[in-house]
Nanobody, 119 residues
Framework: QVQLVESGGGLVQPGGSLRLSCAAS????????MGWYRQAPGKERELVAR???????VYTESVKDRFTISRDNAKNTVYLQMNSLKPEDTAVYYC?????????????WGKGTLVTVSS
């Protein structure tokens, strides 16, 4: 079974930094994109950042110039470097992978890792 495992969440003070990691395991052929989404209490899940197979990236406006998404293709791992964290960044962060196998595009989600930004 293909699985995504997130790590790196925790408690951090406003202005601090965290780096999230997501490692994909299992039988994976072609990855089209990997990304990070987040869901704050009482709110819908939203896109944070995404990186595509060609290397292009997209960020939600609220995290531009603060967060950076990157990947290590050899390890099937995606990272999210989060700097200048704000209380409103508090959420469960989920890893997402879009990939192609057996003629179909498939999607997987990790279980999530909690990021709490508070003084």
């Amino acid at each position: 079974q293909v699985q995504l495992v997130e790590s790196g969440g925790g408690l951090v003070q406003p202005g601090g930094s965290l780096r999230l990691s997501c490692a994909a395991s299992g039988s994976i052929s072609i990855i089209n994109a990997m990304g990070w989404y987040r869901q704050a209490p009482g709110k819908e899940r939203e896109l944070v950042a995404r990186i595509f197979s060609g290397g292009s990236t997209v960020y939600t406006e609220s995290v531009k110039d603060r967060f950076t998404i990157s990947r290590d293709n050899a390890k099937n791992t995606v990272y999210l470097q989060m700097n200048s964290l704000k209380p409103e960044d508090t959420a469960v962060y989920y890893c997402n992978m879009e990939w192609f196998q057996s003629g179909r595009t498939q999607f997987n989600w990790g279980k999530g890792t909690l990021v709490t930004v508070s003084s």
